[in-house]
């Protein structure tokens, strides 16, 4: 794991250590198994679009999630997020490009003032993706990919989330994206295509979740 991934992580269990100190502060102990540990539980799915650059070029991403609500303000669960920039003119390969994949994996959310109208969500994702730079002179058209990688990503974010319906909430948020470094180069010359840390930045993001806050 590279170093700017470690520093992802660690900013992250710092956010939410801080969170739980604050929470607990001035009260006794309490457990999952006593009537002070889960008290309500919960769950939604949901879906989200935004935009972010990949590369220099513009992106749409679009995903979704779900999550277990433990006591209306902790989520647990999965997210999952697909992504496509705009399509460029490639002087090398003498074709139109686009930059295309997707990442995923474990979500953790913490929640604050949930049954206000109006209140602030944590989320952040850790897990994996990948992406393939693909020749697409079309729209919806495809082509041979001239190459792929995997990475690892750590997603934090904060989303400002409004209580439309008792089980329906909509959300405007800002993520900041951390990759591991890619290597994506020309199969004939060897040149890198896109910088290692292209994947690596912020993204904006309209949600919309359906369930039992």
């Known amino acids: 794991m590279n170093n700017k991934l470690f520093k992802a992580i660690l900013m992250v269990a710092v956010f939410f250590g801080a969170i739980n100190l604050q929470a607990q502060e001035d009260k006794p102990m309490r457990t999952l198994f006593n009537n002070g540990g889960i008290r309500s539980n919960g769950g939604y799915g949901g879906v989200h679009v935004g935009y972010t650059q990949i590369g220099g070029a513009d992106a749409l991403t679009i995903g979704g999630q779900g999550a277990w609500l433990i006591n209306h303000q902790f989520g647990i669960g999965l997210s999952g997020t697909g992504f496509m920039t705009e399509r460029i003119d490639d002087a090398t390969l003498g074709s139109r490009y686009i930059t295309t994949g997707g990442?995923?994996?474990?979500?953790?959310?913490?929640?604050?003032?949930?049954?206000?109208?109006?209140?602030?969500?944590?989320?952040?994702?850790?897990g994996a993706g990948g992406v393939s730079y693909v020749r697409s002179n079309r729209d919806f058209e495809f082509y041979e990919s001239e190459d792929s990688h995997a990475f690892f990503v750590v997603e934090p974010g904060v989303d400002v989330e409004f209580n439309l319906l008792p089980f329906v909430r909509f959300g405007v948020g800002v993520k900041y994206r951390v990759t591991s470094d890619m290597?994506?180069?020309?199969?004939?010359?060897?040149?890198?295509?896109?910088?290692?840390?292209a994947l690596t930045g912020f993204s904006t993001a309209l949600t919309l979740k359906f369930g039992k806050f």
């Open 103 to 126: 990442y995923g994996g474990l979500m953790l959310e913490f929640i604050a003032m949930p049954k206000s109208p109006i209140h602030l969500s944590f989320p952040v994702t850790i």
């Open 183 to 197: 290597e994506m180069t020309y199969i004939d010359s060897g040149n890198r295509i896109l910088d290692r840390d």
